[in-house]
């Protein structure tokens, strides 16, 4: 009898390949959102977030967008909560975000940690690359 070693990323037999094949479905062990950024969210300062603040929370998912029109910086990436713009990720850090949405790639970010300082709203987030 010969034994071989099954070093696959999912351990396998030829009837759950077989119960794959036939049904259609596939396995992506690489299908995971990827980390590219952490940074806290820029120009909160000069939005109204008193009546967003409470509805963001450590579950809530950001939208990105790109601003090739931005005046300011023509790599802008502005960030959304629900349809209202609540800032930008910082222009010293969106460069590579930038070219890669323009490339097609899509991104999203998740809330870390949230404070009022004064009048600002701090939002540390994480930006993921989405597949």
Known sequence: M?????NSLIKSTPGLLKLLHQSGTSIDVFRKDM???SCLVAGTSFR?????EPLI????????????DN?????????????E???YVPKA??????NLMDAGKRFSA?????EWEGDWLKLDIEVYLND
Do not use: M
């Not at 109204?48 to 967003?52: G, V, Y």
């Not at 005046?71 to 629900?82: L, N, P």
């Not at 850090?93 to 930038?98: D, R, Y």
């Open 2 to 6: 010969i034994n071989e070693e099954n």
């Open 35 to 37: 980390l590219a950024l």
């Open 48 to 52: 109204s977030l008193k009546e967003a």
């Open 57 to 68: 929370n450590l579950q809530t998912v950001f939208k990105l967008k790109r601003e090739q």
């Open 71 to 83: 005046e300011f910086d023509k790599k802008a990436v502005a960030i959304y909560f629900d349809e």
């Open 85 to 87: 713009k609540i800032g």
């Open 93 to 98: 850090k969106n460069e590579v975000i930038a």
């Open 110 to 114: 998740k809330l870390i940690s949230k």
